[in-house]
Nanobody
Framework: QLEFVESGGGLVQAGGSLRLSCAGS????????LGWFRQAAGNGREFVAA????????SYGDPVTGRFTISRANAQNTVYLQMNSLKPEDTAVYYC?????????????????WGQGTQVTVSL
């Protein structure tokens, strides 16, 4: 069983930066993918980024490519999301999630474990 706690959300002006953290408890093992999704009010969950736990392969959603960077600290069971050049449309609740596979999936349906979410609000 895995559990995650996100932190680092908040209010920032457009063009600013935030760094989200997701601390996991429990054993992730080598064949896991850690991902970030977001959900804006009235919308479904949108894929943001994901990273494979073993080799660090990464994937990004089109809206964040070039602005966001996902990374991990294996010893601390922690995954990070560095968000730069933030835009008002990045406003959402951000969730970290894990799936027991070595392959990245862009669908939230394929992730088994979820954090409680952290709010990110980007103002003009």
């Amino acid at each position: 069983q895995l559990e995650f706690v996100e932190s680092g959300g908040g209010l920032v002006q457009a063009g600013g930066s935030l760094r989200l953290s997701c601390a996991g408890s429990g054993r992730t093992g080598r064949s896991y993918v850690l991902g970030w999704f977001r959900q804006a009010a009235g919308n479904g969950r949108e894929f943001v980024a994901a990273i494979t736990w073993s080799v660090g392969g990464q994937s990004y959603g089109d809206p964040v490519t070039g602005r966001f960077t996902i990374s991990r600290a294996n010893a601390q069971n922690t995954v990070y999301l560095q968000m730069n050049s933030l835009k008002p449309e990045d406003t959402a609740v951000y969730y970290c999630a894990a799936r027991g596979s070595r392959w990245i999936s862009l669908s939230s349906d394929n992730y088994d474990y979820w954090g409680q979410g952290t709010q990110v609000t980007v103002s003009l």
